[in-house]
DNA sequence: AATGTGAATGCACACGTGTGCATCAAGGAG
DNA sequence: CTCCTTGATGCACACGTGTGCATTCACATT
């Protein structure tokens, strides 16, 4: 059993009240006092306990963040810059993977409830609707990131993904290209059909046609899917002289079954990723890619939530209060995996 | 406020100890008023605290998972094994990153101390002794994973690096190279002294002189460790013909370094990696590494130490339960990046 | 009718912590 | 000397849940 206030107390021959005043650093007790009780508090190995003080004080000091997929290192990023806003903080963090999968994300929710999470941050690419209900109805604040239908979410940090799709468009474009095909998400609704907008944005305003037997959409984003995507697309008769990939990891994917069928990159296609994930850096050739401030954007969705929080506490109304998101800008990275169009 | 198993009482016309013991299936309670409660209960909203629960019970439901880095795709998949094991238990897990920063280390032990997690699954590279001993002191059952010190530990999950790293070395031999550079990281103690062991056994069993100038010890594993080694490595007169690198990032980067200087992997250099990361396969040529069964080690991890806790559970003594250890083994993956010899 | 049996439920306390209120001692003002 | 103020501490309850024990009721047994 682990040392209590109460063992402290016993052993200090005060009540337990006055050593929780002494280690909350309350002023009502004495100096000496204070320093004598945390003095014993250290000698005893206390270690205050976190459900106790939760059942009491209603703040269990923990947040949940839903991402789909761990393992995943674009948001591996993003918890890294929750933890780096967390620093210095009382809170920890509940990670779990959703996998897209409904039923593993009720799961979540509920264990989020059951541990009465102070707030959530949803950073997978899709997420059902009655689960975000139900956390609000658990009065539970909610900050999503990159969110596939923002309109369910009051609060939000995402990524501009119109102007950042625009960029690699127009870097494209600029180096001559018109067949330019784009292997995208469909399950990251939004996410997707923003960096679409941006496409097609550019490609207007330079009066190229979209071919839409160019555009393929698949269901994950992950590196196999780019080997799907890459090879029906390298299958059509006339071939794209570009490809905008959704992501690094289709990118990857694509870059190894142009090479695999002896395309040379750049020099007979172009193909760009999207977020710069650490290993876009070190692919040969190099992507070019979207470099989307991953970390800060995890830190300020933290720091949002943490305000939310504590204006809760200080009486606000959730309710009425105004809705806010922040929309940041990354930068293009133009390296190896681009070039003037030859044909 | 969320609804209490109070409200519920009050409504139903019962105490709040009927409640409770409907809701956990007491047989004490008949089965009319059981289902009545639980229709209820289920209407109201209602879900249990987990803090007040663990309050009574001295039982979190929270296992706390120490990793080096999450993002890094190898523990990434460790997670995932756990998240296996855990799936349809009532136990939900804490990660935390000690990004090999002692003062990090300390800030997690304690918030797994304060949250009273019921075990501690410690799968970073380097984890330091005093933290060992404070969980300890706090009674929390502890499994290691790879450990790096493993005298340290009594229960642990790992890889048999010897063998795998033996599988590799002889694979390279049998492929006609003697001149075997290292690749290695020192902070991950016992793993990289287990494959060089292994290295070094088949080398000798070769009847091949080790060269100390090949054996390359760094301060840490990802891919531009891998750069800065390989680099190095090829700075030398005499280049060896083929790299055995401590994992799979390092020889991504050692890979690219090779290649930005022209030398054509596998014809002019071997190169292996190891664990067998997703990005492994993608690579061009796609590595040649020995897959380590992560998720599986996850998942055995998460086991044990799920038997561990019930056995506590149960009345039985940590201090004289036999110490426990797996080991499992991976299996060699022959892909592009090893040739035969041709110097 | 008195007693025993078993099923179903309520009472009351405990877990560890925080906090409003009462209590107590000391000392200054009247 | 009494009253009041100030500072320091203890008492007792609350948070939401689980559980040993007592209680109640219905019914069967003697």
Redesign the interface.
Known sequence: ??VTIKDIARKAGVSHATVSRALNGSPLISQETTLAIRKLAEEM?Y??????R??KT?R?H?LGVIVS?????YF??I??GI?DALKGTAY??????SHLDAAVEENIV??F????VDGVIVATASFSRSQVHLLR???IPIVAINSSSPQDYRFCIAHDDVYGARQVARHLIALGHRRIAYIGNMRAAQINHDRIVGFKQEMESAGIALDANLMINLQWSE?ENGVEGMTTLMRRKDRPTAVFCFNDLIA??A??VA?RMGIRVPQEISITGFDNI??SA???PALTTFDQPKRLIGAEAAGMLLDLINRRGSGGDDERAAPAARLLRGKLLVRESTARCMS
């Open positions: 059993m682990p190995g270690l205050p306990s976190a459900a106790a939760g059942l209603s269990s923990v997929r761990i393992g995943n290192p591996g990023e918890v890294q933890e920890s963090i509940f990670v779990a993977s509920r264990a409830g059951e541990h009465r109805r658990y009065g590196i990857i994917g870059l190894q090479q650490t290993y070190y692919t040969l």
